[in-house]
């Protein structure tokens, strides 16, 4: 998943002048964490002043005398500068450990967001910007889309109206905010007897904590959930554990998420459009809400023959188990299909997890990542992070072995950490005024399974799989050579942002990438067996049905949220959805809407673009597929033609160079087998 932490009109980013390299050290933090309290909330404010007095000088400027430099690139530079200044503040709410300054970044994020919502809604701002002459091709690049932004934050509508957009879009800010915050900072969890656990691994049981009486606890984080509801042999406790996931915060985001549908239907309609889904993606490559509900219905079609083909194999395999069942549970779904897929194609996860240690599979994704893309990857040591756990890379160019980024990667989970995967822009790439370009700055942040005893941290094969998804979209950030910073990156249309990273999840499902990503935690020499791998394979179409299916109903869940008129009853809307679509009912009581991020995290009305960006990573891999997937001329043009390009170029333009002719949905449907 890719995380756009800051409200969309513009990215926000973060730049440490003080860097200081030296045999492979960094002497000062390239993105600060060691916040007193009260800091971060000082500094933020203080940033906020210094733009808002910058742009308070360029609407001064008389019309005889603006020009492109003082008035559209002065705009692009001011608030990049306010984002050089903002990410590392807003981020600490997403991974500082503590508590006060996390809340204090969540307050600075909510006032950076209501800050840019006046910032989308000024005309005197549009006025000065508007009238541009002279421009070249790239800044036309930058004005078209700069308009764009102003445009569809209704800045051609009446003042009144104007007035009404930006007091709704700043309440909405508020309800994203909290949500999120309130999602973050979760801490529930069980209590489990050493018989409900029966099933779970010995290892895991033993890395967690106890209470008085002797009971496990149990996280709502999803490594302990994963864990729980793939292995745990009786059905209650696996109930017990599905009910409590989404019930996290439920009361309270249901209301928030809401309010927030009913706040977004308003504000779609005092700037002209129907419904908030034809609003939000108009200027995305599907431009039409109908547009989107023709791809998915017509997928619905598609997928449900299989679907119900997939869960009959469940239901005689439950059957098997206990012949008294008589029908498949939201509970069950995991469970059922990790266990069939031990039995029948004997792929045990954990006995996979030992050949793949973090440490190797991480060097062994930078050597298949060096040689396909022409970069080389270095750690930086003994630079401040916000956690022990958390490393720093620096990307550089493997032929003239100039720097050309950074990143993070945060992968344990902790208390108060994002609860998912997500790759989150720091500072984005942009053509400074002295020549040089900002080098981008970015991080993974990762939930996955801690060392358990004396083990390393070990990473199951859907582990490896979404790192793979991840790196794909930090490659995204950190390799743009647009000039721009709100066009650079992975600052591109929504619904193909995910197809950088969709695509290369296939390199997991390579012999050759395997073996060498792997290496026995005990005895690095030992590789993955080829049965081990043959199994992966094996498996890889097992229950796709399903798992498309329920992709499905969360993209039309969002989409008729987001195309409904009046209010929404989410718990209703999700439970008759998920009946419909899937074929069983979900668990009763729960409230699976008030943990979807996604739809307060900048993706409301976006979902489906995980399903419609898979079209193009399919088919964009069909090139190497054909040519090989260590083809570094392949990787080359894949570099320049999609990495570098960031929003400079329209999505269809790069996926056709790219391709050498247009795109279809070919690979797609045949991945999924249902063009039968």
């Known amino acids: 998943m890719y ?40 500094l933020c404010q203080s940033a906020i002043e210094v733009a808002s007095k910058k742009l308070d000088e360029l609407v001064k400027i008389p019309l005889k005398n603006r020009t492109v430099n003082n008035t559209l690139l002065a705009f692009e530079k001011i608030t990049a500068d306010l984002n050089d200044q903002a990410t590392p503040l807003t981020f600490m709410s997403y991974v500082s450990p503590s508590k006060t300054i996390s809340a204090e970044a969540a307050a600075c994020e909510e006032s950076l967001n209501r800050f840019m919502v006046g910032v ?56 994203e905010t909290q949500f999120n915050t309130l999602l973050n900072q979760d801490d529930s969890f069980l209590e489990f007897t050493a018989t409900e656990l029966r099933g779970l691994p010995e290892d895991f049981l033993n890395s967690l904590q106890k209470t008085k009486e002797n009971k496990f606890i149990v996280t709502t984080k999803e490594p302990h959930y994963i864990r729980v509801i793939e292995n745990a042999l009786l059905e209650k406790t696996r109930q017990q554990m599905l009910n409590a996931f989404e019930n996290r915060v439920a009361k309270k985001n249901t209301q928030l998420l809401e309010e927030a549908i009913l706040l977004r239907q308003k504000i779609a309609h005092v700037i002209g459009y129907s419904t908030w889904a034809d609003y939000k993606v108009h200027n995305r490559m599907t431009q039409n809400s109908k547009t989107v509900l023709d791809f998915l219905n017509g997928l619905r079609t598609k997928l449900a023959q299989r679907n119900q083909a997939d869960l009959k194999i469940l239901l005689k395999f439950k059957q098997e188990l206990d012949p008294s069942a008589s029908a498949v549970h939201a509970w069950d779904i995991t469970y059922l299909s990790y266990q069939l897929k031990k039995r029948d194609y004997h792929l045990d996860q954990e006995k996979i997890r030992e050949f793949f240690p973090a440490d190797r599979v991480i060097t062994g994704l930078f050597k298949i990542y060096s040689k396909l893309l022409g970069i080389e990857f270095i750690e930086i040591k003994n630079s401040p992070v916000w956690d ?12 003239n072995k100039q720097t050309i980024g950074y990143f993070y990667t945060d992968f344990i989970p902790r208390a108060g950490k994002y609860g998912h995967a997500a790759a989150f822009t720091l500072r984005a790439g942009r053509q400074l005024e002295n020549g040089n370009y900002s080098q981008p700055i ?50 591109v249309d929504q619904d193909f942002v995910e197809a950088p990273s969709q695509m290369l ?118 090139r190497f597929e054909k040519e090989g997937l260590l083809n570094e001329q392949v990787g080359a043009d894949y570099r320049k033609i999609v990495l570098e390009s960031g929003k400079m170029i329209d999505s269809f333009k790069i996926l056709h160079k790219f391709l050498g002719r247009k795109p279809n949905n070919d690979a797609f449907y045949n991945r999924l087998h249902v063009n039968e």
């Open 3 to 42: 995380k756009n932490i800051i409200y969309s009109f513009f990215p926000f980013l973060f730049f440490n002048p003080n860097l200081v390299l030296g045999d492979n050290q960094m002497k000062s933090a390239l993105i600060r964490s060691d916040y007193a309290s009260g800091e971060v909330t000082r």
């Open 120 to 175: 989308s809604t000024r005309k005197d701002i549009y006025e000065a910007v508007k009238d541009q002459k002279n421009l070249n091709t790239q800044q036309n690049r930058l004005f078209s889309e700069t308009m764009k932004s102003f445009e569809e934050n209704g800045l051609k509508l009446p003042d009144d109206k104007l007035k009404q957009a930006k007091e709704l879009k700043e309440a909405l800010t508020t309800l």
């Open 388 to 399: 022990p756990s958390v490393k720093l890379y620096q990307v550089k160019d493997k032929k």
């Open 442 to 491: 970015s991080s993974i942040v990762a939930n996955f399974t801690p060392a358990e005893g004396s083990k390393p941290v070990l990473l199951n094969h859907d582990e490896v799989e979404t790192l793979f998804h991840e790196f794909g979209h930090i490659m995204h950030q950190t390799l743009t050579q647009a000039p721009y910073a709100s066009l650079s990156g992975s600052n």
């Open 505 to 622: 999840e296939n390199w997991v499902y390579s012999r050759k990438i395997l073996t060498s990503l792997s290496g026995h935690y005990l005895d690095p020499t030992k590789k993955l067996p080829p049965q081990f791998i043959q199994q992966i394979l094996d498996t890889r179409d097992f229950n796709q049905g399903y798992f498309y299916t329920r992709q499905l109903l969360l993209a039309l869940f969002d989409m008729i949220c987001h195309t409904t008129h009046g209010p929404v009853d989410t718990t209703l809307l999700y439970q008759k959805l998920h009946i419909e679509i899937l074929g069983i009912p979900s668990i009763e009581g729960g409230h699976m809407p008030a943990s979807f991020g996604h739809l307060m995290g900048g993706y409301d009305a976006g979902y489906y673009g995980y399903l419609w960006s898979k079209i193009y990573s399919e088919d964009m891999f069909t």
